[in-house]
């Protein structure tokens, strides 16, 4: 029997958010994705499994701090003393688009029992009976695609980092939304004892043999309901397979039933935004509140002062106002308890109306997203 432990989208130097964390003077959210690799090393250690397989987005970015790089460091020299393999490739937020900027990954290549493939192309990786097939973000994953072979002697594992399309939908169904992601097809995978995707932030079966790990934390409230953590993969000898989820303790992420304004007079609209604040009990979470219909006049009397009081140890209080407008529908404006500059994008995009032609959620994902690669940058 083998056993694998697979994860994926780790995003190592992720940060958002202004909360800092006291212990280290670091952004909080940082610290959480350090946190969850952390964990997750915790476990391996006392689990020793066979190998780890690393589907992709280890880093956030192409050019982590190094701050980042050091804290990956020391918890892969973890694995290596003990002699845990751990396989790596690289996904799209950490792969450079011009080829002369380099891979962080090359950093890791001399550590004994670590494997980076990032260099734009198939390789494999052969631990005694196991061959892994590994193929990174590339310009032509397809084309890459078509050079596995399969032993038939011993085990046979894949790694790819991109969104999935399942034969007859033609929608992309296992895609994250990224500028500079990767859709393929698996249906000519076959053969294979384990295929361990990443870059999908949900955990999910895609097929028998096919698994997204998901993502190790939660990095949008598009995410709020999922659990996050690892698989680990037993492969029996007589070719069964076993697949069983590891949740991570992670931080609390919070999407609040909404306030309804409708039938609610000013008084009974304060008090059920004050008790959906105070029955959360939002220390230390990330929330989201919703306030639908709020009428302007009423709106103007909310005591913010308060909620900001109210909301002060929350990592992140989110809330968002819609209101009502003549025709009966809705127009939002979010006031967050922390105006920082994605909160202020988002809140102009939402407000500006000489746009209707162009999709207002994805061009706000993708501002978010360069906004973050330049934060990141800097
Ligand atoms: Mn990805």
């Known amino acids: 029997m083998k056993r694998i432990f697979h994860l994926?989208?780790?995003?190592?130097?992720?940060?958002?958010?202004?909360?800092?964390?006291?212990?280290?003077?670091?952004?909080?959210?940082?610290?959480?994705?350090?946190?969850a690799f952390k964990q997750f090393v915790d476990y391996a250690l006392d689990e020793k499994p066979d190998v780890i397989l690393h589907a992709g987005d280890m880093f956030?970015?192409?050019r982590p701090t190094n701050r980042a790089i050091s804290l990956a460091l020391t918890q892969l020299l973890r694995l290596s003393e003990a002699g845990i393999p751990f396989v790596v490739i690289s996904g799209n937020h950490e792969t450079p688009r011009l080829k002369e900027t380099g891979s962080v990954f090359s950093l890791f290549e001399h550590i004994p029992e670590v494997y980076v493939v990032h260099r734009n192309k198939y390789e494999t990786i052969e631990l005694d009976d196991i061959t892994i097939h590994a193929i990174p973000h590339c310009d032509d994953i397809e084309g890459e695609k078509k050079k596995i072979k399969v032993d038939k002697n011993g085990f046979n594992l894949a790694m790819l980092h991109a969104g999935i399309k399942v034969r007859g939908k033609p929608v992309p169904v296992f895609a994250m939304g990224d500028i500079n992601e990767q859709i393929i097809s698996i249906d000519d995978l076959t053969g294979l004892d384990y295929?361990?995707?990443?870059?999908?932030?949900r955990c999910t079966k895609v097929r028998e043999d096919a698994y997204y790990a998901g993502s190790t934390e939660r990095f949008s409230f598009g995410e709020v309901s999922?659990?996050?953590?690892?698989?680990?993969?037993?492969?029996?000898?007589?070719?069964t397979r076993k697949v069983i989820f590891h949740q991570l303790?992670?931080?609390?992420?919070?999407?609040?039933?909404?306030v309804v304004c409708d039938g609610l007079d000013a008084d009974g609209i304060r008090r059920a935004i004050r008790t959906r604040i105070l029955d959360c009990e939002p220390d230390g979470k990330i929330v989201r509140l919703r306030v639908l219909g709020i009428p302007l006049?009423?709106?103007?009397?909310?005591d913010f002062d308060e909620f900001k009081r109210l909301t002060k140890h929350a990592v992140h209080f989110e809330m968002r106002y819609e209101f009502k407008r003549e025709d009966g529908g809705y127009s939002s404006a979010s006031q967050s308890a922390f105006?920082?500059?994605?909160?202020?994008?988002?809140?102009?995009?939402?407000?500006?109306?000489?746009?209707?032609?162009?999709d207002k959620g994805r061009l706000k994902e993708l501002g978010l997203q360069y906004m973050r690669k330049w934060q990141n940058e800097e």
Do not use: W
């Open 8 to 35: 994926a989208d780790t995003h190592i130097g992720y940060s958002a958010y202004r909360k800092i964390d006291e212990a280290t003077g670091l952004n909080q959210r940082e610290v959480d994705t350090y946190e």
């Open 60 to 62: 956030d970015s192409v």
């Open 195 to 201: 295929i361990a995707l990443g870059h999908y932030h």
């Open 226 to 239: 999922d659990n996050k953590g690892f698989l680990e993969v037993r492969l029996h000898d007589d070719g």
């Open 249 to 258: 303790r992670i931080r609390d992420m919070v999407d609040l039933e909404p």
């Open 297 to 302: 006049h009423v709106y103007h009397t909310l």
């Open 339 to 358: 105006h920082s500059l994605h909160t202020e994008f988002e809140k102009f995009i939402d407000r500006y109306s000489g746009i209707a032609h162009i």
